[in-house]
């Protein structure tokens, strides 16, 4: 009976002890959700002042007394602790609006600046979740949900947080900010941050790799002797020279470039570890060895390798990159050949398939090249077989008093998106600059869509959100009936033509001067007798039907854009054209004419960021620091201050480029007016005023034109006057704009 006692205590001691430890670990549990629950997080506006002493850790009593004094303030005169909580509530409940205003307002204004691409698009996204905690998301109410209402609210703060996020970007990522911006549908923002965050690497890749001579091999230290080597000397004093010569735009130095500028692109990982290396006693010496030579050391130079037979270096100083394996031989260490063209430090298995590629889309630049290669042996064999199909030519005798003019193959190489081939190209072309007019040709006039035109197509597309579609003639020129006698030599590679024969043309071929005005011919004969109406005001404009029937093409050599409120008979007109010409079917139109669309349920947003981008790489200004407004304030043209320019041809050519970038660009319009009048004799200050110019786009490079949805067709105008503000000619200046609704049609 004792032992089964002692048993039973011993049984309830263990029980005490579990119950114990159970409680204690509850209670400690609720010590921690209260500590927690006392901490004050973003969305309790910790941020309001009540006492003007904040509390430092030392002044822990008068703090309180003066927070408890605050408080007692409006409730002195409350009578049940029931009210003194219901006046707090309404004076304290309500604190939302101050914060989810300076939220959205460092949202709208945050940009990336120095930040990289992960700190910038970390700090937005703190910002985001902290918004969404203070504005709860509304729910459906129709009971049984059928509208997709959190569908569509999710998609619509997706999509702003996208536009968000490319707007605060800088401007070196204009390039994959305008590719994201015409992608159809557009891109989550995580999916957009993962591209930006790809061309940073690339970039940091690229900037590190110029920086790294070609033949890096093996690292290896040496301790410096005292004194120098004159040919040690000589290369020091080299490299000083070079980095003279540079130039930075950003901080106005010498010495280094934009490219290269830490505190613009960020700090990298190997930096620090430089500068503490540099701090130390020694020096260090890498050894570079390239492909076909070797660099000879001196014996004076003592390297520590740690290997005897064959030694790999983990990384190389700067780009922390593997860089290669070396095999002694004697006192030196030599790479392994390879036969990749790019340098050892890059010739990885990772990138054999992109070697490949590259060596691969060659284009030959005759047809002696093209002839080696089935594959553009092919593609000329297609071509051939197109123009017999077409019946292009006859095969004839030269007949007398005739000249037969030449022809030569152009080869193209297409490309997808991703980089890899689409097709190998080659194409027929007649050598046009030798036919003679009156004799060849005798009207070469083809018309073209306006821009005007083209702007009230947009227009009226976007304000009925009708449907664009963009279709490309295949081999358009070859459609065209010529009327003159025209006689070409047989191709190169053509076989069918005996000695002494020559090609009698009978349709136009790429190269002759009168090729595009036949094919506008025939297209305008085929699209009337299908029922369009060409518009007397612009040839390349043609209208059908009414209603809901109601059919708008936009004609641009080869290439027609198309809307209407049916995509059945927009799909119809599609079907009647390729059974005439073969067409490509480019799907809703994305580019046209160097012109971006961006397409949204708001309406088309007009752009030409690529087209700036290249003029800006062409007059060499990326560099440039932007500027505020496009002309210089109280600037006064004329034309007789300053040297003229030793080159003119330059000046033309930009205020051309310039003309066609005020098609999206109407805020340049005034200033490409002014420096056109000088086309004839520029002079040195008139380039300086475009250079100025280009600075401007430079820094606005998203700018453009928006044709909004579901607004009115109400045609405005506006004009304005500068009485005798010209200095040369005394003459007044008179500047107008017309508005459909409210897209800018025409500026002048």
Request: aromatic fraction near 10%.
């Amino acid at each position: 009976m004792a032992d089964g006692r002692d048993d039973d205590t011993a049984v309830n001691e263990r029980i005490r002890i579990v119950v114990d430890e159970r409680i204690r670990n509850t209670v400690n549990e609720r010590l921690r959700e209260d500590a927690d629950f006392l901490q004050m997080h973003g969305i309790e506006n910790a941020g309001m002042t009540i006492v003007t002493a904040p509390m430092d850790g030392t002044n822990y009593l008068a703090w309180s007394r003066a927070i408890k004094l605050a408080l007692r303030v409006g409730a002195l005169y409350t009578k049940t602790s029931r009210e003194l909580w219901l006046d707090l509530e309404e004076r304290y409940g309500e604190s939302n609006g101050p914060l989810v205003y300076q939220l959205q307002r460092e949202i709208t204004s945050i940009s990336q600046g120095s930040l990289s691409v992960v700190e910038y698009f970390t700090k937005l996204k703190i910002l985001w979740d902290e918004l969404a905690c203070l504005i709860p998301t509304q729910g459906c109410t129709c009971g049984f949900c059928i509208c997709d209402y959190g569908k569509i609210a999710a998609e619509s703060n997706t999509l702003n947080q996208l536009m968000q996020f490319l707007m605060g970007l800088n401007d070196t990522y204009d390039h994959i900010r305008s590719q994201i911006l015409v992608m159809e549908p557009l891109p989550s923002v995580n999916k957009a941050y993962s591209m930006v965050q790809r061309v940073e690497k690339q970039r940091k890749l690229n900037l590190l790799t110029s920086e790294i001579p070609e033949g890096v091999a093996l690292n290896a230290r040496w301790s410096a002797p005292r004194g120098r080597d004159k040919k040690h000397e000589n290369l020091r004093k080299r490299d000083i020279t070079d980095k003279k010569s540079q130039f930075c735009s950003h901080c106005d130095k010498s010495g280094h470039t934009r490219e290269t500028r830490f505190k613009l692109h960020g700090y990298l990982e190997w930096y620090k570890t430089m500068q503490e290396q540099k701090k130390g006693d020694g020096r260090n010496f890498n050894a570079h060895m390239t492909q076909d030579k070797v660099t000879e050391t001196k014996s004076s130079f003592n390297a520590h390798m740690t290997q005897d037979k064959m030694t790999e270096t983990k990384s190389d100083l700067r780009s922390k990159a593997i860089i290669g394996v070396g095999r002694q031989w004697g006192s030196l260490y030599v790479l392994d050949k390879t036969s990749s063209i790019l340098p050892l430090y890059i010739s990885t298995l990772k990138i054999r398939s992109f070697i490949t590629n590259v060596a691969a889309i060659q284009e030959p630049r005759s047809f002696a090249q093209a002839c080696q290669d089935e594959r553009w042996k092919a593609a000329m064999q297609y071509e051939l077989d197109a123009l017999e199909r077409n019946q292009t030519w006859d095969l004839c005798d030269l007949p007398a008093n005739k000249k037969a003019i030449g022809s030569r193959w152009v080869y193209k190489v297409k490309l997808l998106p991703d980089g890899s081939v689409d097709r190998y190209k080659a194409r027929l072309v007649a050598k046009g600059y030798s036919q003679i007019e009156g004799v060849d040709y005798f009207d070469s006039f083809s018309p073209v869509a306006k821009t005007v035109t083209v702007r009230l197509f947009l227009a009226i597309a976007s304000s009925y959100s009708w449907p664009m579609s963009q279709l490309d003639v295949n081999n358009a020129f070859l459609h065209g009936h010529l009327e003159e006698e025209v006689y070409m030599l047989p191709p190169e590679g053509y076989l069918r033509a005996r000695p002494g024969q020559v090609c009698r043309l009978k349709r136009s071929l790429y190269g002759l001067k009168q090729a595009s005005r036949q094919w506008n011919i025939e297209l305008t004969s085929k699209l009337e007798s299908h029922g369009f109406t060409r518009s007397p005001h612009d040839h390349c404009f043609f209208t059908k039907g009414n209603g809901p029937s109601f059919l708008a093409l936009l004609v641009y050599v080869d290439d027609i854009l198309i809307t209407g409120p049916s995509l059945s008979y927009i799909q119809e007109i599609k079907t009647y054209l390729n059974h005439l010409f073969t067409i490509k079917d480019l799907g809703f139109a994305k580019y046209f004419l160097g012109l971006e669309l961006s397409r949204s349920p708001h309406g088309t947003y007009v752009n030409q960021a690529k087209y700036l981008h290249d003029i800006l790489v062409d007059c060499k200004v990326l560099d440039a620091r932007a500027t505020a407004t496009p002309l210089p304030l109280g600037i006064k043209f004329d034309n007789s201050t300053g040297a003229l320019l030793s080159s003119p041809d330059c000046y033309r050519r930009l205020i051309c480029l310039l003309l066609y970038l005020g098609f999206s660009r109407p805020d340049i319009s005034f200033a490409v007016q002014q420096l056109s009048q000088f086309l004839q004799h520029p002079r040195v200050p008139h380039w300086d005023v475009a250079i100025y110019l280009l600075r401007y786009l430079k820094g606005t490079p998203d700018l453009g034109l928006f044709f909004p949805a579901n607004t009115s067709l109400q045609l405005c105008a506006y004009s304005d006057s500068d009485w005798a503000s010209c200095p040369d000619s005394r003459r007044s200046l008179t500047g107008y704009c017309i508005f459909l609704g409210v897209g800018g049609l025409f500026l002048r």
